[in-house]
């Protein structure tokens, strides 16, 4: 009998593990915790969004559709985002749909690093950048955002700027922090890349969720930095459906070409009667519209609901999470506060640690408020504990 072998093989991402968010979530189940560490809500989307994707599946759309993604959907993109930031892509040649932001963001680094370049990103930041860029044989540059106020440092960008840097990542709203960039922050940004040939990869999937009279300053606003943006979006944080993995890329002609010959081999396009469905949902602008104060109602419930306990909270002023400061509450690292947290109190959340290469610690952990408010009334109350 031939002896059965399995022949080894030289990992692409040696370093890349169990997420701390499978930790966490198998934690919080075994536990019977409130799981306010992943980011994704725990009620439905709107009936009218089902509704309008089960009637293209009983009309008959359920083969490919165009591998740029349906039209109708493009078009909708394009006339929102023209409503909203003032500048119009054309729905032929600069938007294409995407399987989620993570799928759009993973294409355009494949698209436009190769071996050797060099991508900014700034920490902390999404767990996906990393891999991402090392998959495609470019070098990560890490660039700290300030600790605690998680404002960018201008300083500290500039200097990591080289004529190998290929690309620079930024996320606003910011996960995990909830930052938001201010106009005078992108106007910098427009500023220091202005002489340079850096992409700029935009992860703007929380851009429905600012609150306080803020605006998104997304970077389509501005003139300069569009011509050299890719910007991303999502629908399933904008409409709370996370399962369906669906978002877009808007992005000049010359790049989305060069996006485009990626996306056809990696994903070739995506759910068709979910598209025919979100084009025509969008036709009606209040669900993204009213996104802010629906958000803010709940990020305002669970703040008050925090004053009572040790935390010291971090301004929350976008996407659905709240970071909060242990440092009164435990000498626990930020790791093990969270493993505590949700054994012995009941209340899962996640470390800010692990959005940086270091492991750098400041006693800032994140939850997730994007919940039902019985779901944040009852993290509450176990959370008065402390």
């Given at each position: 009998?031939?002896?059965?072998?399995?022949?080894?093989?030289?990992?692409?991402?040696?370093?890349?593990?169990?997420?701390?968010?499978?930790?966490?979530?198998?934690?919080?189940?075994?536990?019977?915790?409130?799981?306010?560490?992943?980011?994704?809500?725990?009620?439905?989307?709107?009936?009218?969004?089902?509704?309008?994707?089960?009637?293209?599946?009983?009309?008959?759309?359920?083969?490919?559709?165009?591998?740029?993604?349906?039209?109708?959907?493009?078009?909708?993109?394009?006339?929102?985002?023209?409503?909203?930031?003032?500048?119009?892509?054309?729905?032929?040649?600069?938007?294409?749909?995407?399987?989620?932001?993570?799928?759009?963001?993973?294409?355009?680094?494949?698209?436009?690093?190769?071996?050797?370049?060099?991508?900014?990103?700034?920490?902390?930041?999404?767990?996906?950048?990393?891999?991402?860029?090392?998959?495609?044989?470019?070098?990560?540059?890490?660039?700290?955002?300030?600790?605690?106020?998680?404002?960018?440092?201008?300083?500290?960008?500039?200097?990591?700027?080289?004529?190998?840097?290929?690309?620079?990542?930024?996320?606003?709203?910011?996960?995990?922090?909830?930052?938001?960039?201010?106009?005078?922050?992108?106007?910098?940004?427009?500023?220091?890349?202005?002489?340079?040939?850096?992409?700029?990869?935009?992860?703007?999937?929380?851009?429905?969720?600012?609150?306080?009279?803020?605006?998104?300053?997304?970077?389509?606003?501005?003139?300069?930095?569009?011509?050299?943006?890719?910007?991303?979006?999502?629908?399933?944080?904008?409409?709370?459906?996370?399962?369906?993995?669906?978002?877009?890329?808007?992005?000049?002609?010359?790049?989305?070409?060069?996006?485009?010959?990626?996306?056809?081999?990696?994903?070739?396009?995506?759910?068709?009667?979910?598209?025919?469905?979100?084009?025509?949902?969008?036709?009606?602008?209040?669900?993204?519209?009213?996104?802010?104060?629906?958000?803010?109602?709940?990020?305002?419930?669970?703040?008050?609901?925090?004053?009572?306990?040790?935390?010291?909270?971090?301004?929350?002023?976008?996407?659905?999470?709240?970071?909060?400061?242990?440092?009164?509450?435990?000498?626990?690292?930020?790791?093990?506060?969270?493993?505590?947290?949700?054994?012995?109190?009941?209340?899962?959340?996640?470390?800010?640690?692990?959005?940086?290469?270091?492991?750098?610690?400041?006693?800032?952990?994140?939850?997730?408020?994007?919940?039902?408010?019985?779901?944040?009334r009852t993290a509450l109350q176990r959370l008065s504990k402390l």
């Amino acid at each position: 009998m031939t002896e059965q072998h399995t022949p080894d093989i030289q990992s692409r991402l040696p370093n890349v593990g169990t997420t701390i968010f499978t930790v966490m979530s198998a934690l919080a189940s075994e536990k019977g915790a409130v799981n306010l560490g992943q980011g994704f809500p725990d009620f439905d989307c709107d009936p009218r969004l089902v509704d309008a994707v089960s009637k293209a599946m009983h009309g008959g759309l359920n083969q490919y559709p165009s591998m740029l993604g349906v039209a109708e959907l493009r078009q909708a993109v394009s006339d929102k985002v023209t409503s909203l930031y003032g500048h119009r892509y054309d729905p032929v040649s600069e938007i294409t749909i995407t399987a989620g932001a993570t799928q759009a963001i993973l294409t355009i680094i494949l698209a436009i690093v190769n071996p050797g370049d060099e991508v900014i990103v700034l920490e902390p930041c999404y767990d996906s950048y990393v891999p991402n860029i090392e998959l495609a044989g470019g070098k990560v540059v890490r660039v700290p955002l300030t600790p605690h106020s998680f404002r960018p440092d201008f300083d500290k960008i500039s200097a990591a700027l080289t004529p190998r840097t290929r690309a620079l990542i930024i996320n606003s709203p910011h996960n995990p922090s909830g930052m938001v960039w201010t106009r005078e922050e992108m106007l910098k940004l427009q500023e220091i890349l202005a002489p340079t040939e850096v992409l700029l990869i935009s992860d703007e999937v929380y851009e429905h969720m600012v609150f306080d009279g803020r605006a998104h300053e997304s970077a389509i606003r501005f003139p300069a930095l569009a011509a050299r943006s890719f910007i991303v979006s999502s629908f399933g944080k904008t409409y709370h459906v996370t399962g369906w993995k669906v978002g877009y890329v808007a992005a000049p002609a010359a790049l989305t070409a060069e996006f485009r010959k990626v996306h056809q081999f990696n994903v070739f396009t995506v759910n068709t009667p979910v598209q025919y469905g979100l084009a025509s949902y969008m036709a009606d602008p209040r669900p993204y519209l009213d996104l802010p104060a629906f958000y803010s109602a709940k990020r305002d419930l669970f703040r008050q609901g925090l004053e009572t306990t040790r935390f010291r909270m971090l301004p929350g002023e976008g996407t659905y999470f709240q970071c909060v400061d242990i440092s009164s509450v435990s000498d626990l690292s930020e790791v093990e506060f969270c493993k505590w947290l949700t054994a012995e109190i009941g209340v899962a959340a996640i470390p800010l640690s692990v959005f940086y290469g270091d492991g750098f610690d400041q006693r800032v952990v994140r939850f997730c408020f994007a919940k039902r408010d019985e779901t944040l009334r009852t993290a509450l109350q176990r959370l008065s504990k402390l």
